[in-house]
T-cell receptor
Framework: ETGVTQTPRHLVMGMTNKKSLKCEQH?????MYWYKQSAKKPLELMFV???????ENNSVPSRFSPECPNSSHLFLHLHTLQPEDSALYLC???????????FGPGTRLTVL | GIQVEQSPPDLILQEGANSTLRCNFS?????LQWFHQNPWGQLINLFY???GTKQNGRLSATTVATERYSLLYISSSQTTDSGVYFC???????????FGTGTSLTVIP
């Protein structure tokens, strides 16, 4: 498999559920990103990892918890979300020194 | 942060027409990318163009970093060009991309 993959592609969850989003990149990159795209809004950067270390956290609520076990995998753990967290969640990767980003297909999340 | 403004916000074209999309940014940038987001949400890389001009088929892009803008040209548009076009910039001082609000393009047959 090539590029950046994300699973699941669609997710519906209740406010009391716990779920995780997974991202995997097959490009040999060392930086990975989570973005949130709400309807009619630009993409908002949530987290950045460089060489498995978190380097950016854009004031994201603690109900979103990222995990980066290695340079190829990135997770976003979700718990006690709110309906306003419903959005498209996009993962991207790049080389830290050459920052052309490549995106996965996204997970469309609905919180009931 | 850095402000990224795209114009026009919406554009409707007849198939075969040409168009120019603009991206203005408020500060010095290291990198700039243009993306096409298809109706399923996938962001497709069009150009990585921190400066200069590049061409890829019917698409071309020009970035004038000193004047803080970039242009995306679409020639002989096709219905498959429909979608939202985003530019994203990385500020000179850090490892963070800022996205514009996008231009929503509809190409009608």
């Amino acid at each position: 498999e090539t590029g950046v993959t994300q699973t699941p592609r669609h997710l519906v969850m209740g406010m009391t559920n716990k779920k995780s989003l997974k991202c995997e990149q097959h490009l040999g990159h060392n930086a990975m990103y989570w973005y949130k795209q709400s309807a009619k809004k630009p993409l908002e950067l949530m987290f950045v990892y460089n060489f498995k270390e978190q380097t950016e956290n854009n004031s994201v609520p603690s109900r979103f918890s990222p995990e980066c076990p290695n340079s190829s995998h990135l997770f976003l753990h979700l718990h006690t979300l709110q309906p306003e967290d419903s959005a498209l969640y996009l993962c991207a990767s790049s080389q830290p020194s050459y920052n052309e980003q490549f995106f996965g297909p996204g997970t469309r999340l609905t919180v009931l | 942060g850095i402000q990224v403004e795209q114009s026009p916000p919406d554009l409707i074209l007849q198939e075969g027409a040409n168009s120019t999309l603009r991206c203005n940014f408020s500060d010095s940038v290291n990198n700039l990318q243009w993306f096409h987001q298809n109706p399923w949400g996938q962001l497709i890389n069009l150009f990585y163009i921190p400066s200069g001009t590049k061409q890829n088929g019917r698409l071309s892009a020009t970035t004038v970093a000193t004047e803080r803008y970039s242009l995306l040209y679409i020639s002989s548009s096709q219905t498959t060009d429909s979608g939202v076009y985003f530019c994203a910039v990385e500020r000179a001082s850090g490892n963070q991309f800022y996205f514009g609000t996008g231009t929503s393009l509809t190409v009608i047959p």
